[in-house]
């Protein structure tokens, strides 16, 4: 590794303990992670559910794929509003890995930004196409609005991997397509994108099954419970794999370094991979979820609990890759407590106004073209 390639250490050093500063990147991430989850698994679900409908409004699907596109519409904003603390914070911890990675790939970086905007127009593209008084039902939108998404997803993924690994961001002058050969890049990225699809389409079904078990269009919302389910059931699957081949294509160093980390990464670890195999048996137990109502809020609240703790692991897995440099540099600590605890007091001020806003758009959602 050259160490020239690192920027140097912020000289006004850390304003708190180091590990306050990785329990709120991880609890920050997670947030971002569920609204991230809804917005792309929402988008794809969306359009497949649309397409497979043949554009008739009258299917469940069509229904679905309006329920979804209803919910990114918040869902976006709260992807881009959560995704600001962990950016943040990772400046606190790794400004040298993170933004020298950003600056290394600089125009796809920000091309980031104009897929963002595209494909959050794309959303609501299609919903004003949409209206009852329109024929052309937008359905293309759809499509770009998943393809945006996933586009971003890809350059998340790829500036994870370079921030992670200085010792190959001199491989970055022959070009920056190098990380799409990464032996971890793919699974990574499948990894996502199985819990996006899957964690939309549980919500899904959890909605579904509440409307019908209220008796409101019974027929409909069993039929997108049942057809969301077995999406739930099949992406859990194969995030499983997914997630043992992602383990067995680790550096060797830092599969060792999980190894032996004791119980501080192999608990969260193996409660993961047991949260995983749980999820499946739990979700091939049931055929018609609108007659397990409380299987299906528990199975919803294990993917969450099984997300927040595989973003333990991520974020373990990062120290481990980063091992090596961050030995080399020690950060200062420059407490300021006044700047934190005017964080902590607008964190929760704004978790409770989110709160809010979820419960008013379950108990009084807008329909039609007020949806809009």
């Not at 440099?325 to 005017?342: D, E, H, K, R, Y």
């Given at each position: ?49 649309h397409y497979r409908s043949g554009g008739r409004r009258d299917d469940f699907r069509a229904v679905l794929a309006s329920r979804l596109v209803g919910v990114n519409s918040y869902g976006i904003s709260l992807t881009i509003t959560t995704g600001v ?19 290394l790939i600089a125009p796809v970086w920000f091309g980031m930004l104009v897929l963002l905007i595209v494909g959050y127009y794309a959303a609501y593209f299609h919903k004003f196409r949409s209206a009852p008084d329109r024929r052309n039902s937008g ?234």
């Open positions: 590794m050259n160490p020239n390639l690192i920027p140097a250490v912020d000289p006004a050093g850390v304003p708190g303990p180091l590990w306050l500063f990785h329990v709120l990147l991880v609890l920050t991430f997670f947030l971002h992670l569920l609204f991230m989850n809804l917005s792309l698994g929402g988008a794809i679900l969306a359009a497949v559910g603390a962990p950016l943040l914070f990772i400046q606190v911890l790794y400004q040298q890995y993170f933004y020298a990675a950003t600056i359905g293309v939108w759809l499509i770009v609005s998943a393809v945006m998404f996933f586009l971003i997803a890809m350059i998340h993924v790829a500036v994870n991997l370079i921030h992670a690994q200085p010792e190959k961001w001199a491989s970055l002058a022959d070009g920056s397509w190098f990380v799409l050969a990464d032996p971890t890049y793919w699974p990574r990225l499948l990894h996502f994108g199985f819990a996006g699809i899957g964690f939309s389409a549980l919500v899904a079904t959890w909605w579904s099954v509440r409307r019908a078990s209220d008796g409101d269009d019974v027929e409909t919302n069993t039929a997108i419970a049942r057809w969301t389910w077995r999406w739930v059931l099949w992406t859990t699957a194969l995030q499983v794999v997914d997630g043992f081949v992602l383990l067995m294509v680790l550096p060797r160093p830092v599969l060792l370094g999980m190894m032996r980390g004791g119980a501080a990464t192999l608990v969260p670890l193996t409660l993961a991979i047991v949260l995983g195999i749980g999820l499946l048996m739990m979700l091939a137990r049931v055929t018609n979820p609108v007659e397990n109502p409380g299987l299906v809020t528990g199975t919803l609240a294990a993917m969450t609990l099984t997300i927040a703790i595989m973003t333990i692991t991520r974020h373990q897995v990062r120290a481990i890759y980063l091992e090596p440099s961050t030995a080399q540099f020690q950060i200062g600590v420059v407490s300021q407590w006044g700047n934190f605890v005017l964080f902590a007091v607008l964190l929760v001020a704004g978790l409770a106004t989110v709160g809010f806003m979820v419960r008013r758009v379950l108990t009084s959602p807008a329909s039609g073209v007020d949806a809009a």
